[in-house]
């Protein structure tokens, strides 16, 4: 019952749809941006993809090592 549950929340994890927060902001604006404003999209996007790298760490190092201590377990 447990790994099913685990076996779920993993899947329903993984089909989540990202955040897309300035999608809205570039269809909405029809002429070219400042510096600044470019700067700051671009600042926004690493740090949205570096908390995405480290989210997807985070699952593998535990979904992981759900994976060893089952294997360990069932001998």
Do not use: C, F, H
């Amino acid at each position: 019952m447990r790994s099913a549950i685990l076996a779920l929340l993993v899947w329903l994890a993984l089909w989540a749809p990202p955040a897309l927060q300035g999608a809205s902001d570039n269809a909405r604006r029809g002429g070219a941006a400042t510096y600044e404003e470019r700067s700051a999209a671009e600042k926004m996007s690493r740090s949205r993809y570096r908390d995405l790298e480290v989210a997807s760490l985070v699952l593998i190092v535990i979904v992981g090592g759900a994976a060893i201590l089952w294997a360990v377990r069932k001998k």
